[in-house]
């Protein structure tokens, strides 16, 4: 591997450290007692025992050297820990033992500043500072360096954004570079770790939801032995043990559903599920998804439920329910409009599909540009056309709702509508957020469906589902009236975030590898 000049020079520094005595990766803890936005956000100008910060408070910080103007005597850096940026003064007379006059700097603490500090430092090198808060004659709040310490020798330069005239130059904004090299990403552009904290918050709020009303989350298996619970190409692997292919699970439907029948009032599970699929700016083969199941409710109920979550989620992230997403604004306020499917293509293209044949449908599909329809049942064609025609223009909050039988084969049929389901998607900014069902619950009905889809994928659908046939054995036993609903985390991040792809909330999307 050919070293560059700067890679070089710091690995002589490096060297040279060690000469000195010094460890430039020490094992010893480096007790924390303040964080850089935390110290700016609270601090006060006078010694006050209320105030969490004030002029004199000790503290001990530790972070990258991201900046550094020298000054003779005296210098000041930038640290940048992991909340934010603080400015440090560095002053010789602070961080270096004094030499007697007539001697020559021969210890590592008579040599701190003028050969350690301002030599063998560089830019995203780790630094403890220990000393005290203050602010400068410039107003900007700081640390005053008494002691300083060397965490880790950084031996790659991080590529320092230069700005001149407002213009940024040298950015890291290459998205193949952001994505392969996230933790440099992290580093050095700004509002890229906001992003990843706020997708924290949204789980973690998920969590405390689903906690509040006392339902149960659960792990179920990654690896199956079928892979069911959704229409979906699935990765296939081998267990050598076992000798037998396996799948990497598509959906954790199933599985949930055999726990309420086990008797499990509501579970939840936050988890990857992995689909052999494209790859686009609102696809990764492996995703996060929250799947939710709720005995003894319906589609209705799962509606009012999922507005009001995702509600509180919005507050909980951008202290408000509207976001910008592009030219877009979003209102996650509850409630927000039912639609059927039908409806909604009826509304878009004058075309009532109710009452048409496959065939029908068929021909108008080709007309909006679906290919490969000849492999497709009813239920596809339609899912095809609302893609088409529909999907893209819904921007604010909107559930469609009761989807034909062949599109829905593990939902209950509608109560008072022959021919539909009791399903609802969720469209936000004009993608699917949710999917969720009044959950089929009739073992007969369910395993009718399973041989439809069996014909479907005899016509070379390979989406369609297999028969599951220990799930069926569970639905035998009895599952009580349940809803469920699947929500991605992902995409939900994008919306809650206001980022444009499915990569950039995704700390390592999939990508090829490095050649």
């Given amino acids: 591997m050919e070293l560059s000049e700067q890679e070089l020079v710091r690995r002589q520094s490096l060297q040279t450290m060690?000469?000195?005595?010094?460890n430039p990766y020490p094992a010893d803890e480096y007790v924390v007692t303040g964080y850089s936005t935390d110290i700016k956000a609270t601090f006060v100008d006078e010694e006050n025992a209320d105030a969490e910060w004030y002029t004199g408070k000790p503290v001990r910080i530790a972070g990258r050297l991201m900046s550094r103007r020298i000054m003779g005597k005296a210098s000041f850096i930038e640290l940048q820990?992991?909340?934010g940026r603080i400015q440090v003064y560095v002053s010789r007379d602070d961080v270096q033992a004094p030499v007697p006059e007539g001697e020559t700097a021969t210890t590592v603490e008579q040599q701190m500043y003028n050969v350690v500090f301002k030599k063998l430092l560089d830019i995203g090198d780790f630094i403890g500072i220990e000393g005290f808060v203050f602010?400068?004659?410039?107003?900007?709040?700081s640390v005053h360096a008494q002691k300083l310490?060397?965490?880790?020798?950084?031996?790659?330069?991080?590529?320092?954004v230069k700005y001149k005239d407002g213009v940024a130059y040298d950015g890291f904004t290459d998205p193949e570079q952001r994505y392969r090299q996230r933790y440099v990403d992290l580093v050095v552009n700004e509002g890229v770790k906001d992003v990843f904290l706020k997708r924290s918050t949204i789980v973690r709020t998920m969590r405390q939801v689903f906690d509040e009303a006392g339902y149960t989350e659960v792990e179920t298996p990654m690896l199956q032995a079928i892979a069911g619970g959704a229409s979906a190409r699935p990765f296939i692997t081998h267990h050598n043990a076992l000798d037998v292919d396996m799948y990497m699970r598509i959906a954790t439907e199933l599985y949930l559903k055999r726990l309420i029948v086990g008797g499990f009032e509501g579970v939840y599970e936050i988890g990857r599920n992995f689909r052999n699929e494209g790859m686009d700016r609102s696809h990764n083969p492996e995703f996060t998804c929250m799947e939710l199941y709720v005995?003894?409710?319906?589609?209705n109920w799962m509606m009012t439920f999922t507005e009001q979550l995702l509600e509180r989620i919005a507050i909980a992230v951008n202290g408000t329910t509207q976001v910008k997403i592009g030219d877009n604004i979003v209102d996650f306020k509850a409630p927000y409009r039912r639609l059927p499917i039908l409806e909604a293509i009826q509304e878009k293209t004058g075309y009532d599909l109710s009452n048409m044949s496959e065939d029908e449908i068929r021909v108008i599909?080709?007309?909006?540009?679906?290919?490969?329809?000849d492999k497709m049942g009813r239920g596809k064609l339609i899912d095809e056309i609302f893609g088409e025609t529909c999907e893209g223009s819904f921007i604010q909050p909107t559930f469609i709702t009761d989807y034909p039988v062949e599109m829905s084969p593990l939902t209950k049929m509608h109560r008072s509508k022959p021919g539909l389901t009791e399903r609802f998607e969720l469209m936000v900014n004009g993608k699917e957020l949710a999917n969720a069902y009044s959950e089929l619950n009739d073992p007969i009905d369910q395993y009718n469906r399973f041989v439809?889809?069996?014909?479907?994928?005899?016509k070379g659908d390979d989406e369609a589902m297999v028969i599951d046939h220990d799930f069926m054995r569970a639905l035998e036993y009895g599952m009580p009236p349940t809803s469920g609903i699947g929500i991605g985390i992902d995409r939900l991040a994008i919306l809650m975030t206001g980022q444009p792809s499915i990569q950039e909330v995704l700390l390592f999307p999939t990508m090829k590898p490095e050649k």
């Fill in 18 to 22: 060690r000469d000195m005595g010094i």
């Fill in 295 to 299: 005995s003894y409710k319906d589609y």
């Fill in 452 to 458: 439809e889809q069996m014909k479907l994928a005899d």
């Fill in 149 to 160: 310490t060397v965490l880790a020798k950084s031996l790659k330069p991080l590529p320092i």
């Fill in 135 to 141: 602010r400068t004659q410039m107003g900007e709040i």
């Fill in 81 to 83: 820990d992991s909340k």
């Fill in 365 to 373: 599909a080709k007309k909006y540009g679906v290919e490969d329809t």
